[in-house]
């Protein structure tokens, strides 16, 4: 992550705490690991939902094929701004939360995706919100599509369970804060406890209230 982007992504934080998963952007380690837990490098379509400034749009983006497309989903207008100086035509950047997303594929004419990466701190937005999300993520993701999300809490292990069954874990502590990296696939089955791997080593608020199903 370029120097430059730190400031915005501070302030944002202090404004908005609740809205962004940690106060300072992902370091190459944490970025490194989840480009591996998505598996990118075949993949058509990505979804990122709280891209924050860029640093792990722009790993994705370096993994990806040339003819694949990125979607990235950030709520606050400043990190937005931020997203579209990358210059890239294969990054999609939509300005909302991460509950618009069935609106934002359908708009694009985009029935499916193989992954879904997310930095959105499920251990602080709304319950519903956060259902909301899981269940539109797993409608979306192509039969063996990952869904990854990187956290400091373990909440998002609780609300995933019934829609995508037991994650693995990895420990990334080369990033400040250290942070878990979990991993489902759309076809895992829903199982108690957790696998973890390992031990080494953004952002999205102002949902809508009301949870509609879609599978």
């Known amino acids: 992550m370029a120097h430059g982007h730190v400031l915005p992504f501070l302030s944002t934080f202090l404004q908005h705490p609740r809205e962004l998963g940690t106060f300072l952007p992902s370091s190459r380690h944490l970025e490194a690991r989840l480009v591996r837990n998505a598996a990118v490098e075949t993949a058509a379509t990505v979804v990122e939902l709280g891209p924050g400034t860029g640093g792990t749009t722009q790993a994705l983006l370096r993994a990806m094929p040339e003819d694949s497309r990125l979607v990235a989903i950030e709520v ?6 931020v997203l579209r100086e990358i210059d890239d035509p294969r990054l999609i950047v939509h300005q909302g939360g991460a509950d618009e997303l069935h609106d934002v594929l359908d708009d694009l004419s985009i029935e499916s995706v193989d992954a879904v990466v997310s930095g959105i701190p499920f251990s602080t937005i709304p319950r519903t919100t956060a259902r909301l999300i899981l269940r539109a993520s797993r409608s979306r993701l192509k039969p063996g599509g990952r869904f990854v999300a990187y956290q400091w809490s373990r909440a998002v292990t609780r609300l995933a369970k019934e829609f995508f069954g037991t ?29 973890v791997l390992g031990i080494k080593g953004s952002a999205s608020g102002r949902f809508k209230a009301t949870e509609t199903r879609r599978d």
Request: aromatic share 12%; with cysteine.
């Open 76 to 81: 606050c207008p400043k990190l937005t701004r």
């Open 167 to 195: 994650p693995t874990s990895e420990f990334e502590l080369r990033n400040f804060p250290p942070l878990r990296v979990y991993r489902w696939t759309k076809s895992a089955i829903p199982a108690s406890g957790g696998t």
